[in-house]
């Protein structure tokens, strides 16, 4: 028998021989980088045009277009919220773990699991995996925040779910800073090791920044100048089992060495402006643009100006470490 003959009785079949497998099937993610111009009038027109009360959110993802699905890279679908003043994003919970760091506003707040979560400029919010969680903008003015989340990850394995909550808000069950001194220092006995999946949790921007200024020169990495890993308070680890959060302070005229590595990182310019070598090109940046490094592509970071840059990121490190699979190069 002819081999076109046998392939066609397989294909018949639904089945296919090795020889046949579609070699470069899966094409290559390539970097990009998104304008905060652009983001920022979709949202402004969004603002006027969505209704949050059908949509449930009211939210613009980044569609990585070398994927040919949603998703900023194959892990990690990044999105940019806003709410309207007195507007309310209805409670759900969903599979997907998710966080947020607030772009622009303040007033407003996030219940994960019935404890409020003020949110201001450059705070990040947890919201792990199957925890309940709603917002409400009680400010006067729009707030926007970027959402992240493990969509892309989690989807191929069929574990997608979502529920509505019985109401729009939660009650706030819980008083502020609840969480964070029940997985404080003085526990109560058996819980030691809850949270190891996250926390409700918020990491408030002037802790943070107060930190990254105060990175002595000895610890700042040599790839990614002062940089910041925010852990899971139970037990030191990333910050959730699927995303790693970061966030890095480039300092004037900083130019970082090349590295790669086997995860994907998507940025977001929280300060600043700068570029990112990336392959063979740069992405150049400034405050506001989002931008995604794929797997195992040499890159650095450069700050030529004369201000300090942040870029705060998410990279699925966790997941791929877990599997053995993450390596990790410098030149
Ligand atoms: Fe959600
Ligand atoms: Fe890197």
Same mark, same amino acid.
């Given at each position: ?182 997985? +404080?220092?003085? =526990? *109560?006995?058996?819980?030691?090791? /809850?949270?190891? %999946? $996250?926390?409700? &949790?918020?990491? !408030? ?68 402006? +700068?570029?990112? =070598? *990336?392959?063979?090109?740069?992405? /150049?940046?400034? %405050? $506001?643009?989002? &931008?995604?490094? !794929? ?37």
């Amino acid at each position: 028998m002819k081999i076109e003959e046998l392939d066609k009785e397989l294909e018949a079949k639904h089945m296919r021989g090795f020889w046949k497998f579609q070699k470069g099937a899966h094409a290559p993610e390539t970097p990009y980088l998104w304008k905060w111009d652009d983001l920022y009038d979709g949202l402004v027109k969004a603002k006027d045009s969505v209704d949050i009360r059908e949509t449930g959110r009211r939210s613009i993802g980044l569609v990585n277009p070398s994927l040919g699905r949603d998703g900023t890279s194959r892990t990690i679908f990044v999105n940019f919220s806003v709410v309207n003043p007195k507007e309310v994003a209805e409670a759900h919970r969903h599979t997907a773990a998710a966080i947020r760091f607030i772009v622009q506003g303040r007033g407003a707040y996030t219940n994960v699991e019935g404890e409020q979560f003020p949110m201001e400029e450059g705070d990040l919010i947890l919201t792990p995996n199957w925890t309940w969680h709603d917002h409400y903008n009680g400010s006067d003015k729009p707030i926007i925040w970027l959402d992240a989340l493990d969509v892309p990850l989690i989807s191929p394995l069929n574990v997608g779910f979502f529920e509505l909550y019985e109401r729009d808000v939660q009650p706030a069950s819980f008083r502020r800073g609840e969480y964070a001194q029940r997985f +404080g220092f003085a =526990r *109560v006995p058996g819980r030691e090791k /809850e949270g190891r %999946k $996250g926390l409700p &949790f918020r990491y !408030p921007w002037t802790d943070t920044y107060k930190a990254l200024q105060e990175i002595r020169a000895e610890d700042a990495d040599p790839c990614n100048g002062s940089l910041l890993r925010y852990i899971n308070p139970v037990d030191g680890g990333y910050t959730l089992p699927t995303m790693s959060c970061e966030i890095q302070l480039l300092k004037p005229g900083l130019k970082t060495k090349l590295h790669r590595h086997t995860s994907t990182a998507c940025y977001h310019v929280f300060k600043g402006s +700068g570029r990112t =070598r *990336v392959g063979e090109g740069y992405l /150049e940046w400034s %405050k $506001g643009d989002s &931008f995604v490094i !794929p797997t195992w592509l040499w890159h650095a970071h450069e700050n030529p100006g004369k201000e300090e840059a942040v870029l705060f990121s998410l990279s699925d490190q966790p997941v791929l470490e877990v599997l053995e699979w993450y390596k990790e190069e410098t030149q």
